[in-house]
């Protein structure tokens, strides 16, 4: 059974940084793409950041140059490292694997919440 189970959120002040694991279990991911997806309240679901197997990352413009995508292939786990972060970017944000474009993917975890206070 494909698991993906996020960590690393928690409450944060304005300017301040957070790191996102997300660990994969089941099977290996290592040829796929993965992502990050944040979802605010009363808002529809967002790309953030995907990174394919060669390790090419793409992020979306509004968290470029803050948050950077990264992945451990022996660890079976993807990063989201959010630097500079802004009361915007609260969110529920989410892990998913076997990406195709900014929208579909075939496995999602069940979220992590990112709280950023001004």
């Known amino acids: 059974q494909v698991q993906l189970v996020e960590s690393g959120g928690g409450l944060v002040q304005d300017g301040g940084s957070l790191r996102l694991s997300c660990a994969a279990s089941g099977r290996t991911f290592s040829r796929s793409t993965m992502g990050w997806f944040r979802q605010a309240s009363g808002k529809e679901r967002e790309f953030v950041a995907a990174i394919r197997w060669s390790g090419s990352t793409s992020h979306a413009d509004s968290v470029k140059g803050r948050f950077t995508i990264s992945r451990d292939n022996a660890k079976n786990t993807v990063y989201l490292q959010m630097n500079s972060l802004k009361p915007e970017d609260t969110a529920a944000y989410y892990c998913?694997?076997?990406?195709?474009?900014?929208?579909?993917?075939?496995?999602w975890g069940q979220g992590t919440q990112v709280t950023v206070s001004s």
């Open positions: 998913a694997a076997e990406c195709r474009g900014t929208r579909e993917c075939d496995y």
